[in-house]
């Protein structure tokens, strides 16, 4: 007869999640991830796969919760230099129960080159982050909030490139001043 599982599959997910956003994956045992995310090395292994399968896990369900947050940080009231500005500012500001920086701008750093499945998801995030704000744009367009004839395609790939480098400075703690300088100027294409 087989066993049933004493523990939440997402919220244990969770915390290899967070172990993942504030070591990495190279610097993450898994005697860390027993540890950290409290169940049996079994457990990790039937439920989750191995390091690299548990990684991919990860990084799918912290893209699902960014992509989340971004919809619900932003609404229709607002014009588009405020959504965008509401965008950059969570990742310039994490909340205080957040770790700093950004799950897939650690795995470009420390994997992409090296590894061509999380590569792959790494692009995947990344170009979803751009169609987001290619839709955007497009909004901003219809409604005459930014110029008729922006390319909206090359607009949401300068911004998305930003939005990068804004959660690879955020991990290098610069003053709360520097990162609003670097997001007003940023935003002072639209």
Do not use: W
């Not at 087989?2 to 956003?21: G, I, S």
């Amino acid at each position: 007869m087989a066993r049933t599982k004493e523990f939440d599959y997402d919220e244990v997910l969770e915390k290899a999640t967070e172990l993942f956003l504030e070591k990495g994956y190279d610097n993450t045992s898994f005697q860390d991830l027993v540890d950290h995310m409290g169940i049996h090395r079994r457990s990790i292994y039937d439920t989750y796969g191995d390091k690299k399968q548990l990684y991919i896990k990860a990084l799918k369900k912290y893209a699902k919760f960014v992509n989340r947050n971004y919809l619900t940080i932003i609404n229709e009231t607002m014009n588009t230099h405020q959504k965008f500005e509401t965008i950059f500012n969570y990742s310039a500001f994490p909340m205080e129960d957040c770790p700093k920086g950004c799950l897939f701008v650690n795995s470009a750093i420390e994997l992409a080159l090296r590894d061509n499945e999380i590569s792959n998801q790494v692009q995947l995030f990344f170009d979803d982050t751009k169609k987001f704000f290619v839709d955007l744009l497009k909004i901003a367009k219809e409604k005459e909030e930014i110029a008729q004839n922006t390319n909206v395609y090359e607009l949401a790939s300068y911004l998305n490139n930003a939005l990068i480098g804004i959660r690879v400075l955020v991990k290098c703690s610069p003053s709360d001043a520097e990162l609003t300088n670097v997001i007003k100027t940023t935003l002072s294409v639209l």
